[in-house]
């Protein structure tokens, strides 16, 4: 059976769900839904996505669309999303999975109780060198892991006259920097250990505290608006640093900021063990670092041939030829087809795949920051209202 998608809210992140489904070669493009009529049928024209719908409600009333992505701003994810699941599609979600930790269980309820696909594009996990490090930890090859750390750095809100919805409490949710660019390294960090985050301390600053919004939003990471707009008080955080605790007894922390100059998109993860250290950057994703005590350090480059057979089939270029960002999408979107095509049977689902039990996992984590900085930087422990499915294959 070919599965037909259809997409809501073609904005930044939709062209890159329309590549990474036409990649797959068996995925129909369906067509698109945006705000109005007009703008779905101009982005379906542009990206060459098959027909606009006027409503989305419209789109999921058509029986060819089989999975539907959810690309709306933060403050549309719970009323497409559930919506969709109550039609019968499947889902596959933009990240976070709802603007409040409320709204996030609400889907996650949902999701469990609907027997379909329920995806969060947690895309991090598909790089075939996250998925190495997180082998050579479960396998022991680094001990006993001790120290979590890292950071996500961007600079694209450094100028006081970039704006964008996400700074808009309404919009986007109570968080910036940690929402937006925190959720993915705690779920990378997490997803790589094998560890829950039991416990954070963190301490949040809006380094830019007004800025000059435009009339309409700028586009994400467009930089600087091209006219002055109007001065707006910001009320999230564009800086953080978070002390954490994990489940297996280690520490670590981890810094975010999306106005730091020269940080493009820079996340980094280094995990250390009793007997040995794991780093991996997003922006050199193609090198691993494996640190060790008494003999030299060794840097893995990615080459089928010499990684773990559980993310071999991550990686689909002979050695020498770079990976990326793309690449690491799109095999968390095949991890969903092929789970759809399984029947959305959780003990189909590919381990690597985030669904919607990992973004309110995620809610959690955010919202206890929060809590935290908010209390005058205590430590706020997260309670886990779920135990994470275990029956899982193996992919590939």
């Given at each position: 059976m070919r599965l037909g998608m259809g997409l809501v809210g073609p904005g930044f992140i939709a062209a890159h769900h329309l590549d990474a489904v036409r990649r797959l070669g068996d995925v129909e493009v369906v067509g698109i839904a945006g705000s109005s009529f007009e703008s779905a049928k101009k982005r379906a024209r542009e990206l060459n996505a098959g027909q606009a719908y006027a409503s989305y409600r419209e789109l999921l009333a058509d029986p060819a669309v089989h999975v539907v992505h959810n690309t709306t701003p933060n403050h549309l994810h719970r009323e497409v999303s559930l919506a969709s699941l109550r039609a019968g599609k499947h889902v596959i979600s933009d990240k976070p999975l709802a603007a409040t930790m409320q709204?996030?269980?609400?889907?996650y309820e949902a999701a469990r109780d609907a027997n379909l696909a329920h995806v969060v594009t947690f895309n991090y996990r598909g790089y075939p060198l996250v998925q190495q490090a997180r082998a050579m930890i479960a396998k022991g090859e680094i001990g006993k892991s001790v120290f979590v750390h890292g950071c996500y750095l961007q600079d694209w809100l450094t100028d006081e006259r970039a704006?964008?919805?996400r700074l808009d409490p309404k919009l986007g949710?109570?968080?910036s920097a940690l929402g937006?660019?925190?959720s993915h390294w705690c779920d990378l960090a997490e997803h790589v250990t094998g560890a829950r985050i039991v416990a954070v301390l963190a301490d949040l600053h809006t380094v830019v505290p007004v800025r000059e919004a435009p009339d309409a939003s700028a586009k994400a990471f467009a930089g600087a608006a091209a006219t002055a707009g109007k001065p707006r008080r910001i009320t999230s955080e564009d800086l953080a640093s978070?002390?954490?605790r994990f489940g297996n007894g280690a520490r670590g922390c981890v810094t975010v900021g999306q106005v730091l100059p020269?940080?493009?998109n820079d996340l980094r993860l280094e995990v250390n063990g009793r007997e040995g250290s794991v780093a991996w950057r997003q922006e050199q994703p193609n090198e691993l670092w494996i640190g060790h005590h008494a003999k030299a350090n060794t840097t893995l480059t990615r080459d089928p041939a010499l990684l773990d057979p559980s993310a071999r089939s991550y990686a689909h270029l002979p050695a020498g030829h770079p990976e990326a960002w793309a690449d690491a999408f799109r095999n968390v979107i095949s991890d969903a087809y092929a789970w759809v095509r399984?029947?959305?049977a959780p003990e189909a689902k590919p381990v690597a795949l985030p669904t919607f039990a990992d973004g309110y996992r995620?809610?959690?984590l955010v919202d206890a920051m929060l809590k935290s900085h908010a209390a005058g930087g205590v430590w706020q422990s997260i309670d886990d209202p779920f135990e994470p499915t275990r029956t899982t294959r193996k992919r590939g």
């Open positions: 709204e996030a269980r609400e889907l704006y964008t919805w949710g109570a968080s937006d660019i925190g978070v002390l954490l020269g940080h493009k399984q029947g959305a995620n809610s959690l």
